[in-house]
Structures are given as C-alpha cells and as structure tokens.
T-cell receptor, first 111, second 114 residues
Framework: LAKTTQPISMDSYEGQEVNITCSHNNIATNDYITWYQQFPSQGPRFIIQGYKTKVTNEVASLFIPADRKSSTLSLPRVSLSDTAVYYCLVGSSYNTDKLIFGTGTRLQVFP | DTEVTQTPKHLVMGMTNKKSLKCEQHMGHRAMYWYKQKAKKPPELMFVYSYEKLSINESVPSRFSPECPNSSLLNLHLHALQPEDSALYLC?????????????FGQGTRLTVV
C-alpha cells in the first residue's frame, strides 16, 4: 500500500514555477523521499531524492520540513516538455516500500 | 552504462501462446523488479529479486513466472494470459543496502493479449 498522497492533477503555464506537494504522514526514520517523472509509454525516471531540509539538482528542488510528514517538489520555469506524471515514493534502501507507487500527479503545462 | 534494456518493445500474443520478456542491466545492481502498468494508472509491483533470489511476489497469478538467471538478467515468462493482462511491463533495478532509493527503469514492453 502506497504511503503517499498527492494531488491528482495540476495545470501550469510555460515559464512558471510548479510546486507539487506530497503527504507522507507515516514516514519512518530510515525512509528517504524519492520523486520520479514518467512520460506516456516510458519507464519512470528518477528526478531527485532527499532525507531532510532541501536538496537541489540541475532539474528540481526538494523541500522537506523538519517533521518530514510532507515534501514539495519544485520545478523552476517549466516548459511543455515537463508535461508528465510525477510520483512521490517513500522508503528506505532496506525495504521495498521505496518501490510502491501512489497515484501520482499529472502535470499539464500549457503554452 | 546506466541503462536498463527491455526486449521486445512490443509483443502481441494469443491466449494459448508462451512468450518471455527480457530485461538486462550492467550497473552491478543486485535488486531487480517487474512492474505492470495499465493505462493512466501507476506502476504496480509484481516481483522483486534480490541477489538473484525471489524476495517478493505480490500475489501475481501463476501465468506470470519470473526468472533471474544471473545478476544482470531478469526474465518474465508468460503463459495462458488473458486479455486483461495487456499492459506496459516495466523492469527496474537498484542498489541494495546503500543509502539510495534510486531505481533505474527500462522503457517497458507493451504487451497485447488477443
């Protein structure tokens, strides 16, 4: 059973910043938060992973508050090619929770 | 090489056929997974192999039979499938026992059962 809750869908326009929030109230001490992106008929692609505070890489930022019961994926200046489904997963490398996908958030970017 | 390669990309099979899906990775990952994904739904975990041993079977019907011949290869043998088994089948791999939860996914095999 997925341990995360996300909005089903979001709309945005090109050039805007998009923030997708994930709720994981029962996150365990050893759990990491991992986000994947998936385009139609392709396998999911890893975007970013974090444990606490803020993580940034070349494509996104991940904000995690001190209680770790939620997290926010931030996509700066989205383009049409960012239209995809975004999944938040929670788990540790020592269990299989990290492999359980929730419903995901379908992001639609408009011109 | 950070790729997971799945073959074939597309497969059409009859309900009496036997076919196999193949997955290969050369990243030294010791955990490999099979997922099933229906249209507009999230991937559903089917099987997990850890160090070439089946560690998780998520109550998958016996018409799906996984096999892990070595640490780089993962097969999914299909027999007597039903039309409702038509889906995108995804393979993934990851490190075991490291502080990372990153999994690498293949592009999937689009299976149609007729």
């Amino acid at each position: 059973l997925a341990k995360t809750t996300q909005p089903i869908s979001m709309d945005s326009y090109e050039g805007q910043e998009v923030n997708i929030t994930c709720s994981h109230n029962n996150i365990a001490t050893n759990d990491y938060i991992t986000w994947y992106q998936q385009f139609p008929s392709q396998g999911p692609r890893f975007i970013i992973q974090g444990y606490k505070t803020k993580v940034t890489n070349e494509v996104a930022s991940l904000f995690i508050p001190a209680d770790r019961k939620s997290s926010t994926l931030s996509l700066p200046r989205v383009s049409l090619s960012d239209t995809a489904v975004y999944y938040c997963l929670v788990g540790s490398s020592y269990n299989t929770d990290k492999l359980i996908f929730g419903t995901g958030t379908r992001l639609q970017v408009f011109p | 090489d950070t790729e997971v390669t799945q073959t074939p990309k597309h497969l059409v099979m009859g309900m009496t056929n036997k076919k196999s899906l193949k997955c290969e990775q050369h990243m030294g990952h010791r955990a490999m997974y099979w997922y099933k994904q229906k249209a507009k739904k999230p991937p559903e975990l089917m099987f997990v192999y850890s160090y070439e041993k089946l560690s998780i079977n998520e109550s998958v019907p016996s018409r799906f039979s996984p096999e892990c011949p070595n640490s780089s290869l993962l097969n999914l043998h299909l027999h007597a499938l039903q039309p409702e088994d038509s889906a995108l089948y995804l393979c993934a791999s990851s490190q075991e026992g490291r502080e990372t939860t990153e999994a690498f996914f293949g592009q999937g095999t689009r299976l149609t059962v007729v």
